[in-house]
């Protein structure tokens, strides 16, 4: 699974919540 800073550096800012939920876990 690809890190939280992946996702960041990826944009996804359609889908902000998945990124917030991979950084409470």
Do not use: E, N, S, W
């Amino acid at each position: 699974m690809p890190t939280i800073q992946q996702l960041i550096r990826k944009g996804r800012h359609d889908k902000p919540g998945k990124v917030a939920t991979a950084g409470l876990k």
